[in-house]
């Protein structure tokens, strides 16, 4: 069955510090890869993707993630976490040739940055 | 901006009082989906319109029907509400349902809530 991971419900980080929300995947074929974030009550914003190409992915509010194909992960990190980062997120894939518009969520990460 | 817009962000119905849920789009795709998302859990995929074909995911109740009277706007129906249906409903849009296209915008949701 095709499937994403994301090991840790929660990632608690200190405010200057580096960041990293592990996501892991289960998919035949190359996959396209997403994160979302979610903030409390609202809808899901996009962060970024990975479809082809580098391997490292740069997104919104300073973000990134790495595509490992071997590894079959597609880790978010930052550099430098804010306060305001604190929310939801969310990693996604659309097999490549999947059904129509089909996304695979996992089921979230709680990141919580403590000033 | 061009944007996906939900209305109400927030639904409060009786239990087996059907309840629509609307959602609306300026940014002219061709495709709009409904997705289900329960308190700590990732969204779930209920149906999609690609244009005005409709495509139902196996695992959606029949209490659950969908409407697209044109390119902009999209509602839920539920038939006869239960109390495990109280959830945010996310509405999203993308240009297409393959590749790069498939990029999924989402709304703010509407949170249902069933007494």
């Known amino acids: 069955a095709q499937s994403v991971a994301q090991p840790e419900d929660q990632v608690n980080v200190a405010e200057g510090n580096p960041l990293t929300v592990k996501c892991t995947y289960s998919v035949s074929g190359n996959p396209y890869l997403f994160w979302y974030v979610q903030y409390p009550n609202r809808g899901l914003q996009f962060l970024l993707k990975y479809i082809t190409g580098d391997n490292l992915v740069k997104g919104s509010y300073g973000f990134e993630a790495e595509f490992n194909k071997s590894q079959t992960s597609f880790h978010l990190k930052k550099p430098s976490a804010l306060v305001s980062d604190s929310a939801l997120y969310f990693c996604?894939?659309?097999?490549?040739?999947?059904?129509?518009?089909?996304?695979?969520f996992g089921k979230g990460t709680k990141l919580s940055v403590k000033p | 901006d061009a944007m996906v817009i939900q209305n109400p962000r927030y639904q409060v119905t009786q239990f087996g009082k059907p309840v629509t849920l609307s959602c609306s789009q300026t940014l002219n795709h061709n495709v709009m989906y409904w997705y289900q998302q329960k308190s700590s859990q990732a969204p779930k995929l209920l149906f999609h319109y690609y244009d005005k074909d409709f495509n139902n995911e196996a695992d959606t109740p029949d209490n659950f029907q969908s409407r697209r009277p044109n390119t902009s706007f999209c509602f839920l129906d539920i038939r006869s509400p239960g109390l495990g249906d109280a959830a945010m409903y996310l509405c999203?849009?993308?240009?297409?349902?393959?590749?790069?296209?498939?990029?999924?915008?989402f709304g703010p949701g509407t949170r249902l809530t069933v007494l």
């Open positions: 996604a894939v659309r097999p490549y040739g999947g059904s129509q518009g089909n996304l695979i």
């Open positions: 999203a849009t993308s240009r297409g349902v393959s590749g790069r296209a498939n990029e999924q915008f």
